[in-house]
């Protein structure tokens, strides 16, 4: 009998429980007309950063990203001038692909490549998640970022060999030759890994 | 403003308009019987839609939005939607039985509305054994879905058809021993009289204790069962059968069963306004909105209890309805005689 | 003459899965039934698998992070975390101090957030569908913590070889405070729905009970270990990171049946408030991060590195072959393997409905299993 009271007190206390939230306010939001501000720090869709005087884009072409993706979604395509330097000619981003992991953003040395705020970017066909460089640049124009002027890397121009394009090198080296302890520094070795073999290397 | 004095007074011009009595009543039936099913309809559409506003409130979200006013249209697109979908009729099923239960449901569920009072003067017909009847009628829900259920020749569906036949008679036994103290107190069986045996508000049958309240807590508990709602609703646990036995309807079939729960929720409702809350009768307001009032009350209710509690299982289930609400239901029976008998309480 | 008089009855077999509502993703169960009754459960996994392993084999360290984060998506952070612990056990780093309070907090707040899924969807198995949207709303503020820190809800990516990603925005303290303050009320309100609520005792009480000895020889962990009355925990038994630093109960249970399980996870995530508070108390100032290079190789050598996972042991093992930058051999140890594996013999002679209910206690999360 005393259990069957506690039962029905506690069906009771239930129904308070619930019956309390009734007149509470929705926490939820109308979405297409009402949107959350999405935090600063939030990763959505990959796009290229323009310098704002000049709008140009900020990259140079060192491929720190696209070897930093874990999922080959970057390829860049370049062609080499005679003293070996690169010149961008495509960079292509497949968001589907892509898994928004910002790594790229951190391999990036000059500020050009960031995962924006912006999240509403579906498509009809999986061909238009495949972005390259005026649409990347294009919505990447009001992203708003702190350029961080790193120090370039003085033995960029003197890349090794033309094929080997491992700019990452002297980075590399310097970062490990900062802390020193229990990091083998990364020889740039032809390596067959993932992320140069779906590099394109188009050499003229 | 009385609903039944409009009525009345079109049936009195259309008797005067020189046609036979015959086909004064015919077409008097049949427009009585297609307003009762377009208010049902129109009453099913909009519990389906306050069903999600009650739930989404009490989950703090909005529910249906875009459609009408906050979403009250809702249900009427998704009728539309339903309508149109491809009905999909699986390759082994057995094409009578499972053509045939939803319409069976829906019908089943719209019968019980001939012997219940709307209001004062507002009933369909007013049958003598109306309580009898729709007792009778409702049951009959439990036909169609285990037609559904054998007919789908699915083993989900089979479950839950076979479920809700154990759930269903079960709970047909307290549900109906819980209505005799009424029935023997107010010494008819006529929905109509009953509701006028209750004419001042502690004449209520909810207010006669000790008998009134417990007969209707097991009345709403037996009529949630019947109704397959939770805390009861075995035959379509999503959790554990799927869908249970609508597990292979779709389209206006499924849509059939849908709006047939719903109708059936309200006429549970309806008939416990009827027979515990004084049906129609109230002050000031026409008696039609007190009935409609008092109902969706309950039906209120029985959504608060669907968004609150969990489910039962199917023993469990079986157990709480032989071992407590029978010998409950039984026992409160025994004491309403006693106290008929003995006069103790003359209302 | 009897039995030939007698109805015939006959077993039938359903496959609840691999697309069944309480099967958590894509489990499949053979049941063999007799009527409502099952007599037999076999589970078949294998339709959630992505090779993860194989993945991590060809990706550098920092790369397999992302790749983690999709092992056990309710935690990801967890999972991140045992395989940076594994790595800088092999490569002997040490991560900062402040980084491992960050961590400590984020794998914790990662926790709450996991148990919450675990409470809605448990809830919603038993037919309670309320409080797994109030679960998943407490949740959220969780996520918009996670998000602000590292910019993701779900796949976070925030802790590194050697520390952690970023460092957490200024607003991070006060709304993880103001969280950890107003979540004791919000347990209150679960208590209140289903804690004594009469129809959640019965379907929980005495259904699914696991002894103690069979968890143990199938390998149980966690939550559901504790449930059966083993008082084992990783954080405390084995300390790993700073964990003997911050004051906590380990929960446990007492006949190891679902409601057992669900007190245990109930009294958890109080727990891991009361850590939350202390590391966010003692929180110092520093570095976040060691510097390891995106291209590091660590040493010759193989590591097993074990943390306390909401779903139990996550463990990660790591074979390296000292002269790559990529791991030979990556193993993922989750704890629902184990749960799934010793389901069939708890679910026997119970009905279909206390099938779903075990499996909900369990807590199973199908990428772990089939990984």
Redesign the interface.
Known sequence: MKKLINGIKNLVIGLLTTGKHLGRHAITIQYPTQKWEMPERSRGIVVLLSDKETGELNCTTCLLCEKACPSSAIKIVYEKDEKGKRHLKDFIVDHGLCCFCGLCEEACNFSAIKLATKYEFSTYTKDDLLWHTNKLQEVGRDVPYEKVERKKPEAKPAAPQPTTATPSKPIAEKQSAKTGEAISPAEPEKNPELGEGAKPQEDK | MELANIFKYLYQSLANSGLPQVWVDIIALVAAGLIVFGVLAVIALFLVWWERK?????????GP?RTGWHGVLQTIADAIKLIQKEDITPTNVDRPVFYWAPIIAFVAAFLAYIAIPFGKGLIVSDLNIGILFIIAITTFTIISLLMAGWGSNN??AL?GG??SAAQVVSYEVPMVVSILPIILFAGTLSMVEIVEAQAKIYQWFIFRVPFGPIAFIIYIIAGTAETNR??F?LPE??????AGFNVEYSGMKFAMFFLAEFVNMFTVCAIATTLFLGGWQGPFLPSWVWFLGKTLVLVFLLM??R??????????LMEFSWKFLVPLSFANLIIAGFMKHSKWFNW | MTASKALRTEEFLVNMGPHHPSTHGVCRFLLTMDGEVVIKAVPYIGYLHRALEKICENRTYPQCLPVLDRFEYCTSMSCEYAFCLAVEKLAGIQAPERAEYLRIIMVELNRIASHLIWFGTTALDLGAITPFLYGFREREDILDLFEMTCGQRLTYNYIRIGGVSRDIPSQFIPKAKEFIDKFPSKIDDYVKLLNENPIWVVRNRNVGILPPELALSYGVSGPVLRGSGVKFDLRKDDPYSIYDRFEFDIPTGKYGDCYDRYLVRMAEMLQSTRIVKQALEQLPEGDIKAKVSPQFKPPKGEVYSRIENSRGEMGIYIQSPGDSKKPLRVKMRGGSYNHLQVMPEIVKGGKIADLVAVMASMDIIMPEVDR
């Not at chain 2, 968004?307 to 469990?316: F, G, I, K």
Request: aromatic share 16%; charged share 25%; proline share 6%.
């Open positions: 009650v739930s989404a409130h009490i989950q703090q979200r909005f939005m083993k989900y479950l076979m479920r939770t805390p609703d646990a999503e959790q554990e059968l799927v608060w209890f968004w609150t509690y969990p489910r039962l299982r199917v023993d469990q």
